[in-house]
């Protein structure tokens, strides 16, 4: 059966207080748009939502939900973050915190942003997301990297690298393959040609016949004979 993630854009279609940083409502949105369209094509089912889902939305257990966000410049550095609920928040900790850390194997080796575990906080331990999710829906939520970090942004902009870099963590989590498995080429064994013996013409055999019949009427030792018929049958190619 396929599994059922939800994709948050954060800070999609707030207005006022927690807008995001700049940018990032168009990048939360952009990069949540292309990881689905590669999960569906790795056979996941998806919903889409943005910061504020309605019940309906969300009133349904998902195998994953991830919140998409990446952070202000106020660390001097760049560098991201994938984090999970605090156990108070999550009745499936543990299941959250091994998605976490499947993304989290992936993201960062295959996206080259910094990976930063001491930037968790209550923010991402206490998303006010988890609250509202079913007893069974695992929770992890990303930050992608530092927006206006140069090193970052270079990254970020890409959307492809990406989102790509999340999906392969996803599909770890699930034990989907992200790859294409190659599978090598048939090649049938090579069979020699059959070469058939050669055939013996009429005019051939009645003259061996011939050879034959006068050497054993002709004069000579039995042996002498013997020796002259095996001669002609074998310049004959019987």
């Not at 998902?62 to 605090?86: Q, S």
């Not at 299941?95 to 906080?121: L, Q």
């Not at 005019?203 to 050879?211: H, S, T, W």
Request: a negative charge; proline letters at 8%; hydrophobic letters at 40%.
């Amino acid at each position: 059966m396929a599994k059922f993630i939800c994709l948050q854009a954060g800070h999609q279609n707030v207005t006022t207080g927690a807008t995001g940083a700049p940018g990032e409502q168009a990048f939360n949105i952009r990069i949540r748009d292309r990881l689905s369209a590669i999960l569906i094509s790795k056979g996941f089912q998806l919903q889409l939502v943005d910061a504020n889902p309605s019940d309906q939305e969300i009133g349904k257990d998902f195998n994953l939900f991830l919140a998409i966000h990446y952070d202000a410049n106020i660390y001097g550095t760049g560098g991201g973050l994938i984090d999970y609920p605090a156990p108070e928040t999550d009745a499936v900790t543990a299941e959250s915190k091994r998605i976490k850390e499947a993304i989290e194997s992936e993201y960062f080796d295959h996206s080259g942003i910094v990976n930063h575990p001491e930037r968790s906080n209550s923010n991402t331990r206490y998303c006010y997301m988890w609250s509202r999710l079913s007893l069974k829906t695992p929770c992890v939520l990303i930050e992608c990297g530092v927006g206006l970090d140069p090193h970052d942004n270079v990254i970020l902009n890409d959307t492809e690298r990406v989102a790509s870099a999340i999906a392969r963590g996803i599909c770890k989590a699930f034990d989907v393959a992200y790859d294409p498995v190659v599978v090598p080429p048939v090649i049938p064994p090579v069979i020699p040609p059959v070469i058939p013996p050669p055939q013996i013409t009429c005019a051939r055999q009645d003259k061996l016949i011939y050879d034959i019949k006068t050497v054993i009427a002709g004069k000579g030792w039995p042996w002498s004979k013997m020796a002259r018929i095996k001669t002609f049958v074998t310049e004959s190619g019987l």
